[in-house]
């Protein structure tokens, strides 16, 4: 699927996505008109799925991290995509992850502060749908966080 020159390319783009096509082009040692089609056919096949900007939630006080791990009610057959969709709904939810297993959906949550956090959980999160059991686990550090693949 990825050839040697591909890999060179998504190193590199992983490393700095900034890069023009020239520069990138450059660092992988290939012309800029390969970079190119290359960039383009790793995109159109789903390979390159976009590119993101990387808020610093801290400079902007967001200063409470919560992993809220859900446990849903499973005699409703909609509770999942209920659930979910409301979910979707709160705007401090950073990410919605969904397990199989003891615990079924796990959220990240952002909070100005541990007051804002408590009047977003009793407000938003305690009145989500088909909730059985949550756990809250409180964000102390964060030890890795990486999105770059080894290819």
């Not at 705007?91 to 502060?113: C, M, N, Y």
């Not at 009047?119 to 059991?133: E, F, G, K």
């Amino acid at each position: 699927m990825l050839d040697d020159i591909d890999r060179r390319i998504l190193r590199q783009f992983q490393a700095e996505p900034s890069l023009s096509v020239s520069e990138l082009a450059d660092r992988a040692r290939v012309t800029p008109a390969m970079c190119w089609r290359r960039l383009e056919k790793m995109e159109s096949n789903g390979v390159i799925l976009g590119q993101e900007a990387i808020i610093d939630w801290a400079a902007l006080d967001y200063t409470v991290e919560v992993s809220l791990r859900f446990t849903l009610e499973k005699a409703e057959p909609r509770a999942f995509d209920e659930f979910l969709a409301e979910s979707r709904k709160v705007p401090e939810v950073l990410e919605i992850q969904t397990f199989l297993g003891r615990v079924d959906v796990r959220l990240s949550v952002i909070a100005k502060d541990l007051a804002h956090y408590q009047s977003l959980y009793r407000d938003r999160i305690l009145t989500l749908p088909h909730v059985a059991d949550i756990e809250a686990l409180m964000h102390i550090a964060r030890i890795k966080s990486d999105k770059v693949l080894p290819v």
